[in-house]
């Protein structure tokens, strides 16, 4: 296995510890083997030094980040190119967005996410009906949901 | 000499018999209990009861402290009630209530009638207990007020759920706990 992720300047980590568990930052500085300088003017972080180990590293890197760039600096190496946003279209960043938005539903959402379930698994088995029909029982069923579900 | 009248106290009154007094509620008049943030037109749930698990809609506090509520009655079968503030869990859902008028609906409303009582006879009591043609038309009456003023009621609260999609629905099922449910975790 080829190693991609490493710790430098630029890359953008998530917080896995601490109050600020779950954000986003930038890694500025390397200060020893085990603790970085980190900022995430936009996500929410103070500019402060984190060991590694409460950190995981994304794919992502800021462009522009110099060593020990000052906050203004990192702030418009993000308007340029924002790693952020591309971090929130990955499979992982979804499916926490997916729960926080899970958490907050209220009664009536639940009752109606319910029924949209109940809804796109009819949907669901009547199309496998149609595709078993059509290729005598030998078909794989692919079908595609219909209604979109919180 | 005339002095002070002395009052000797001869001593404790003992109640010569087992004398059961009733329970005597010292307040007179009912205090409203203060309503939790909820505001006409929201949705509860109700916890005990026939109706538990129902989902219904608030119309206003009586004076009593109760909670005003109705199914409504066509939607999943709960009329106008009143319900305790206690037992019952409000939901964030609102419905509009801007064209619903409950204003003749107070605690007189649901005071049971001699007649209601005399219906509940039985025994030694039963035959006072059988309603005279014109009590049974006095209750016909008033059973037909009350589901005049139920329809009115409710006519103008289903117009405004048909205006959310789904919300029929909502307020006809009932409210359950599943295995998986995390109660306190549920935001309502």
């Known amino acids: 296995m080829v190693l991609t992720k490493f710790v430098e300047v630029g890359r953008v980590v998530k917080i896995n510890y601490g109050p600020q568990e779950g954000r986003l930052a930038t890694i500025v500085e390397i200060l020893n083997d085990k603790r970085v300088l980190i900022d995430g003017p936009t996500t929410g972080v103070q500019r402060q030094v984190i060991p590694i180990r409460r950190l995981t590293l994304t794919k992502f890197n800021l462009k522009g980040a110099t060593r020990g760039a000052r906050t203004g600096v990192i ?33 009536f959402d639940r009752f109606r996410v319910m029924i949209l379930r109940k809804r796109r698994s009819a949907l669901l088995s009547t199309q496998l009906k149609t595709l078993k029909k059509s290729t005598g029982g030998k078909a794989q069923a692919q079908a595609k949901g219909g209604n979109k579900k919180k | 000499m005339p002095g002070k009248k002395r009052t000797v106290r001869i001593g404790n009154w003992y109640k010569s018999d087992d004398e059961k007094v009733h329970f ?62 206690a037992y019952v869990i409000p939901t964030s859902t609102k419905v509009d209530v801007n064209g619903v008028n409950a204003g003749q609906v107070d605690d007189e409303y649901f005071k049971r009638t001699q007649a ?43 117009a405004a759920v048909k205006k959310t999609p789904l919300m029929k629905q909502y307020l006809g099922a009932r409210f359950s706990i599943g295995k998986t449910t995390r109660p306190h975790d549920l935001v309502f």
């Open chain 2, 24 to 85: 005597v509620r010292k307040r007179k008049v009912p205090r409203p209990s203060k309503l939790r943030k909820i505001v006409p037109g929201q949705v509860l749930i109700l916890l005990a009861g026939r109706f538990q698990g129902k989902r219904v809609v608030f119309l206003k506090q009586l004076k009593s402290g109760l909670l005003l509520v109705t199914g409504p009655f066509k939607l999943n079968g709960v009329p106008l009630k009143r319900v305790n503030s």
């Open chain 1, 75 to 107: 702030t418009k190496a993000i308007k340029k190119s924002d790693p952020f946003a591309q971090y929130a279209q990955t499979l992982a960043a979804k499916k926490v967005a997916k729960k926080v938005l899970r958490a907050k539903l209220n009664d």
């Open chain 2, 116 to 158: 209601q009582r005399r219906k509940n006879e039985q025994g030694f009591w039963a035959k006072r207990g059988e309603l005279t043609a014109e009590q049974q038309a006095a209750e016909k009456t008033r059973l037909e007020g009350k589901r005049k003023t139920q329809k009115s009621i409710d006519d103008a609260l289903i």
